[in-house]
């Protein structure tokens, strides 16, 4: 949504609340009935074919949609879709969130018996967990709880979560809500959480390409924002007028590899187009993408929604339709089915009149609405008879899913700095500790954005004293700053005495909404406002005691300041951690969790800021100084890089086996029978795309082992290095895989990775094609190092 359009709907609501709690003596509760059509006890007459389970899918929306006049299927083309009540369909809004719990927005209406939904940390937090499971675990939590919901008639059953777009740089508002930089991490994040929410019947023997996915969808999940989108508003540059300039090998190996993911393996329902232009074409109007490369080449079989108004502004703000009716005929052309805005409703008869469009066209989107309706039963009758009918209001905020929001936090929180193993503090009895800072009681700052009404809260405060409670500790509490902002230096010196009487102190600072969201980019990555300060004046005070910084922020911040000064022996990256973050950040500090968690995206220093943000570029460029994005690319010095993560334990690995070479005998055949034929030369490079390629997967066994004196949980990530020789733009190193254990002190594991030469140890070009270099590929985890060469048949391996 436009941030002046919240601002002004808003203040109107505002007005409308005011107005009403004014002039009735109690505000009005509304009374939510679940609306569905096809209902086996309502009039006869209203029960169409297209309401006849035994019928195929494809046959029953063909029979709904050939009963629609032209008006009533323009009216389904928008997210606020109309009531045809001569059929006995209701009204339907499609725009619901679900990024980290079931969200405030259109759809959604908590109150009633759902009150309040569980509260998940943001993904950039949860995916420092690395953990597959916990990401599935969260989406069905959400799609339970969107379910209760949907059955109570106070939500929709179609989300618009996760958001999907690689976090290139850290200063994008919007960096919360993804999960990172790394194209392979977001693709597992991706599909498993979109797993989590869609559930349903997956068909595991039909191959992925031709899969339509499963038939019955617990809740419809939607990739976001496709493609090249992560810039809202910075220096003169907005979302809406950005042309994001994009190589083929940027687009290929960096900005789509989570979507396409997010759509042929985790089977996505939905897709959102974003607002941007993606060189020079608005992504809503862009038929290669949407038409020849997602839905044909990806076998997407779901709905392409806009990006809230970005239909209409392919006219009305960058006038790249002469008039809106073109910019109707433009989306629908390009493949989009579905505006959320108004401009089809308002301008699509009009484009039909002047034949820009076409009925069989508008037929065509409204299939693949439907079909994805169908497939959420919304046209099989009575919800309470059908799959997911019984959840209810009991199956919301329960013990085990809010002890899973709790539990994502603490496998995610990141341990940055630990000199001289200072953490984890022991409980000590009367402990004095001071607890500073703006955070230090944050409720609403640890959800982030998209966030919902959440069960309860227990800010870090509540956390230290819940911890504590055994041991008579005495807590204060100063708040250092007024807020993030910490324009003021009024509440420093309360600060100062707190930390000068306390046996330790935590500072409990970091950034919020006011920084960073959706709409506002930063301009800084430091601290704002006094916070240096603060830090420094209460270190001070605090005179060689224990100190721990605990950051909560949606993206990195230059804390090279603290990394640096002896005096702050710990600092941990809390993220917005959700409903119970403060309860995991407290049991981390007195080792009740060892904290395992691992960045998903580098962190800078603060003259990272010197870089143009609007350049896209993945890759460096040395003619310009141009240093590159992600540890995939950046030639400078990061302050920590992709995967720093430190822990209570020390692990260490071994190789214990991979193969010094392969020769894969089917490569060599796609080197003659590749159909995109674009072949070097010297055949120094193998085609990639073939199925082939899976017969040639390989093992690598790591043995890991807890060396230190606590039991904890690590991830182990497997990087690769190709070959230096070869095309422009080879990454410096590129994630392989990564598998989380839990191991307990001095124990060890064997993990096995097994990697896809094609997927894995691929590049692309700067054609755009994935190929797998020949030669020396280096093999990393850790310090440990394994070269593996990829040979050809030319090599010493007989006839071809
Ligand atoms: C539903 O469709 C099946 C298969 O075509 C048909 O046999 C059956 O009579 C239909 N049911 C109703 C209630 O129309
Ligand atoms: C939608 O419902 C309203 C109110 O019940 C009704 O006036 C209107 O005709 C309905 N629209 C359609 C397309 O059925
Ligand atoms: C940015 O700052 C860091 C830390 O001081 C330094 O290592 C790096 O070289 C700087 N980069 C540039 C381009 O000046
Ligand atoms: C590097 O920047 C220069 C100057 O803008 C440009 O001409 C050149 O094409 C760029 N090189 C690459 C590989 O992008
Ligand atoms: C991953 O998450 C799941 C769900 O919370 C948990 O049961 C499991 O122990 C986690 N795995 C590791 C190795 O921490």
């Not at 190996?253 to 607002?275: A, L, R």
């Not at 073109?326 to 008869?349: E, F, I, Q, R």
């Not at 929001?405 to 984890?424: G, T």
């Not at 070959?723 to 002190?745: N, T, Y």
């Amino acid at each position: 949504m436009k941030s002046t359009e919240t601002v002004i709907l808003a203040c109107i609501l505002l007005g409308v609340m005011l107005l009403t709690t004014q002039l009735f003596e109690k505000p009005r509760i509304k009374v939510y009935k679940l609306q569905y059509a096809c209902d086996p006890d309502g009039p006869a007459d209203l029960l169409f074919p297209f309401c006849n389970t035994s019928i195929s899918d494809d046959d029953r929306v063909e029979d709904l949609i050939s009963r629609l006049t032209i008006q009533e299927k323009i009216e389904q083309l928008v997210n606020t879709a109309a009531n045809v009540s001569r059929l006995g369909i209701p009204p339907y809004q499609w725009w619901g969130e679900g990024l980290h719990g079931v969200a405030i927005s259109p759809s959604v209406y908590f109150g009633g018996a759902t009150p309040a939904a569980t509260s998940f940390p943001l993904p950039c937090l949860s995916v420092c967990s690395y953990n597959r499971t916990l990401w599935n675990k969260i989406g069905q939590v959400v799609s339970t709880e969107g379910r209760a919901m949907y059955n109570q008639g106070r939500s929709g059953l179609t989300y618009w979560s996760p958001n999907i777009n690689i976090a290139r740089d850290p200063r994008w508002g919007r960096t919360q809500e993804t999960p990172g930089e790394d194209p392979k991490l977001s693709s597992g994040y991706a599909v498993h959480f979109v797993k989590g929410l869609q559930e349903g019947d997956y068909d595991q023997n039909q191959p992925q390409a031709v899969s339509r996915g499963p038939r019955r969808l617990k809740i419809s999940a939607c990739c976001k924002h496709f493609t090249a989108h992560d810039l809202d508003r910075w220096k003169d540059y907005d979302r809406d007028h950005f042309d994001s300039k994009v190589t083929q090998q940027d687009l290929e190996d960096t900005y789509n590899p989570s979507f396409k993911s997010c759509v042929k393996e985790g089977q996505s329902s939905s897709v959102m187009c974003s607002y941007n232009r993606l060189n020079g074409i608005p992504m809503c109007t862009h038929y290669e993408l949407l038409t020849l490369t997602v839905r044909n080449q990806w076998g997407f079989d779901g709905y392409i929604v806009s990006d809230c108004d970005a239909v209409a502004l392919i006219h009305d703000y960058i006038n790249y339709a002469p008039t809106s009716e073109d910019a109707v005929s433009y989306v629908m052309l390009a493949g989009m089915d579905l505006n959320c805005g108004s401009t089809t409703l308002v301008h699509g008869l009009a484009a039909l009149d002047k034949k820009l469009i076409w009925e069989g066209l508008i037929d065509m989107h409204l299939r693949n609405l439907f079909r994805v309706r169908m497939r959420l039963g919304m046209f099989d009758g009575n919800p309470s008879t059908l799959p997911y009918g019984s959840l209810g209001p009991e199956d919301m905020c329960t013990e085990d899913n809010q002890h899973l929001a709790l539990e994502a936090a603490r496998q995610s929180l990141v341990l940055l700095k630990n000199e001289k193993n200072a953490l984890p503090w022991k409980k000590t009895h009367g402990l004095k500790l001071a607890v500073i800072g703006h955070h230090a009681d944050a409720t609403r700052e640890m959800l982030g954005n998209y966030e919902g009404y959440p069960c309860k809260f227990v800010s870090p405060l509540q956390g230290f004293a819940k911890v504590l409670s055994d041991h008579s500790p005495r807590i204060s509490h100063e708040r250092g700053c007024s807020d993030a902002a910490c324009e003021d230096q009024f509440y420093i010196y309360a600060a100062k005495e707190a930390a000068a009487q306390a046996d330790a102190v935590v500072l409990v600072l970091g950034i919020s909404q006011a920084q960073e969201k959706e709409g506002r980019d930063r301009d800084s990555l430091l601290l704002p406002g006094r916070q240096m300060e603060l830090v420094s004046s209460v270190v001070e005070a605090s005179a060689g005691r224990p100190v721990v910084l605990v950051l909560l922020s949606g993206s990195p911040l230059d804390v090279s300041f603290a990394n640096d000064d002896p005096r702050i022996q710990s600092i941990i990256w809390a993220g917005y951690p959700g409903q119970s973050g403060g309860e995991a950040i407290a049991e981390a500090i007195f080792g009740l969790v060892n904290p395992g968690g691992r960045l998903a995206q580098s962190w800078y220093y603060e003259n990272y800021t010197n870089i143009d943000m609007s350049n896209m570029n993945m890759r460096p460029n040395a003619s310009t100084g141009y240093p590159g994005r992600t540890y995939r690319f950046f030639t400078d010095t990061p302050l920590w890089e992709f995967g720093h993560g430190l822990s209570y334990s020390d692990f260490k690995y071994t190789m214990v086996s991979a193969p010094q070479s392969i020769m894969a005998p089917h490569l060599r055949y796609q080197l003659c029978s590749s159909d995109r034929a674009v072949m070097t030369s010297d055949l120094n490079c193998l085609h990639y795309e073939k199925e082939a390629c899976k017969e040639s997967s390989f093992h690598v066994r790591v043995w890991v082992i807890n060396h230190g004196p606590l039991s904890g949980d690590h991830s182990v990530l497997l990087f690769s290095k190709p070959p230096s020789r070869g095309i422009d733009g080879i990454p410096l190193k590129q994630l392989v895989s990564f598998e989380r254990v839990h191991l307990e002190a001095g124990a060890g594991q064997e993990i096995l990775f097994k990697v896809n030469p094609c997927e894995d140890l691929g590049t692309v070009g700067d054609d755009g094609i994935r190929t797998v270099e020949l030669g020396e590929h280096t093999l990393m985890v850790g310090m440990v190092q394994h070269v593996l060469t990829v040979e050809n048949w030319r090599e010493g391996h007989g006839e071809l």
